[in-house]
């Protein structure tokens, strides 16, 4: 790991916080980023989703792209990509979707279950994890390039 990627962490009671924090994750990117989503089942990688994907211009429903593994939403001047990989069984099966061809200059791309890609993903810029201590959800977020350190550092 490089020294000079920072860390950041947050506590967030309920669903609009978590909102809040993908919406301020989102207004932060200004170039390309790939961000890895971990966490349980039901710990809020969607809910996460939604507030990034909202933030730019996304007027209807975020669902979790649980069978289509991928969502697109063209939302000028980024083209984001909302992936679920749980159902992923193979890494292979991304060869053949051609998830190679979705990490453009352009490109915002979201990631949950990234670990079901292991081998065919590059590294992320921001590594993302949700966890629930209690009845709330704490955000771990750790970059993984300069990038990724740059937008945590824009992080209130």
């Given at each position: 790991m490089h020294d000079d990627y920072i860390s950041r962490e947050f506590s967030l009671a309920d669903s609009e916080q978590t909102i809040a924090l993908g919406r301020q994750l989102a207004l932060v990117c200004v170039q390309a980023t790939t961000i890895f989503l971990h966490g349980d089942l039901g710990a809020?990688?969607?809910?996460?989703?939604?507030?990034?994907?909202?933030?730019?211009?996304?007027?209807?429903?975020?669902?979790s792209p649980t069978y289509?593994?991928?969502?697109?939403?063209?939302?000028?001047?980024w083209r984001?990509?909302?992936f679920d990989l749980y159902r992923v069984c193979d890494p292979e099966?991304?060869?053949f979707m051609g998830i190679r061809d979705y990490f453009n200059s352009d490109s915002l791309c979201l990631i949950e279950w990234p670990?079901?890609?292991?081998?065919?993903?590059?590294?992320?810029d921001i590594e993302l994890t949700l966890k629930y201590i209690g009845q709330q959800r704490t955000a771990y977020l750790q970059a993984r390039s300069e990038n990724g350190s740059k937008i945590l550092a824009k992080l209130s």
């Open positions: 809020g990688k969607t809910t996460l989703s939604r507030g990034f994907i909202q933030a730019l211009g996304h007027k209807g429903n975020v669902k289509t593994l991928v969502e697109p939403y063209e939302l000028a001047p984001v990509y909302h099966e991304l060869e670990d079901r890609g292991f081998g065919l993903l590059s590294t992320p």
